[in-house]
């Protein structure tokens, strides 16, 4: 079993989560970025901070939604990963965001190291990923403080039984899913990211979804198993055979996406 360190290693290859964008894209039910911007209002000339921007699948509508008198700071470990992100803006929207290489829990350093120390956000944005800061209740600390007035925080991620049909069918193959995973995948936003946005803000707003994601071939479904930081290579023929049974007798996989948006905003 994988333990942290390899699983976040694992989290910021670029490649690996471009593919499992790709796989969930071309298979899900409602479009995630179109819900995720259908819910929040980002006005003109917003100054935005993306934390553990990856690749870019949400920095790219910031920065249009933000006009041209709008700035992103695109915040993320990777510098591969950013590398993609600015490659992929296109020359109307790269004069607009700043890509910032830097672990959620040097986040204050990083910001003054790059002449922000006196800057700040209308909106702090992040997508996936906050769970895999190491104390995730201190970089949420750190970006209040650095809000403009009037400014929000909105955090999105998995919850509830997020993943349960592929986690079910991957331990019945004897496939060891990591508790941090785990708590990652499920827990982690109403235990730790919610409380801390009742304490700290008036408003907390809760938007939660439920995408089906709809896999048609075994292949398809081994193909995102082997991009997540959960796979296991030994047990990747027991599972493929599991596959192939399924898919005698059903013509599709469906892997649900449990999703919650929190937004935060009117500071205490």
Known sequence: MAGKKSILTLATKADRLEQRIRGNQAAQAVDLAEWIFGRIKIDPGARVLDLCAGTGAQTRRIAEAAGPAGRVTALDASP???????????????????????????LAAALDGAGL?????????????????????????????????????VIVGPFGPNNGALFGLLEDCGVTIAPYVKESSGPFLAARVLPWGAVNFQSLAVHTLVNPVRWTTSEAVMAYWKNTTFFDAARAPRVKARLRRHFLKSPDFVNEKWIMLAEMSRGR
């Open 117 to 153: 120390a006196s800057a700040r956000f209308d909106l702090v944005f992040c997508a996936y990923g906050l769970y895999y800061a190491a104390d995730a209740e201190a970089v949420l600390e750190t970006v209040r403080r650095r809000l403009a007035p009037g400014g929000r925080i």
């Open 80 to 106: 591969e990963a950013l590398g993609k992100l600015r490659a992929g803006l296109g020359e109307n929207l790269v004069s607009r965001v700043t890509c910032l290489v830097a672990d959620m829990g040097n």
